[in-house]
């Protein structure tokens, strides 16, 4: 399971300094990972809640939302970073992260909530696979 998790990171942060082409973007990106998961791991610890496939399996599932809201968030602040120091006059750089980070804010929980949502119907089973997910209700 170490190695498999381990080997999961690693891919994880090439794919993300290939794509994103910076350094710096993709590390800011890759934070969000741990910071998330020892987040969920607390909050489940707190609610009593065992980890076991099925948590594994959403775990995955959030830690790929995590990964893609960060990516949207930090692309537009650095995107918005980049049109400021072009101006005559750049605006202070606090402003401009907060105003780039509100600018998608809508979207990105928009998506999310839908992803959530979409998984609503599974914890409404009934019968065997109902049976699965019972700790849940």
């Known amino acids: 399971m170490k190695h498999s998790l381990a080997l999961g ?4 942060a090439v794919v993300l300094f290939l794509l994103l082409g910076s350094a710096r973007t993709a590390a800011i ?8 998961l020892l987040t969920a791991v607390i909050v489940l610890e707190k609610c009593g809640i065992t980890i076991n496939t099925i948590t594994l399996g959403g775990l ?9 809201d960060s990516i949207i968030d930090v692309e537009n602040i650095f995107r918005r ?9 750049p605006r202070p ?9 509100l600018e998608v804010r809508r979207a990105v929980v928009f998506a999310t909530f ?5 998984f609503l119907p599974v914890l409404t089973l009934t019968g065997l696979q109902g049976s699965f ?3 849940w209700r």
Do not use: C, M, Q
């Open 9 to 12: 990171g690693v891919l994880v």
């Open 29 to 36: 990106s890759l934070t969000a990972i741990p910071l998330s």
């Open 60 to 68: 995955a599932i959030a830690l790929g939302e995590v990964v893609d």
């Open 81 to 89: 970073l980049r049109e400021n120091k072009a101006l005559a006059t």
């Open 93 to 101: 750089v606090f402003g401009v992260v907060l105003a780039a980070s």
């Open 114 to 118: 839908i992803v959530a949502l979409i």
């Open 133 to 135: 997910f019972a700790h």
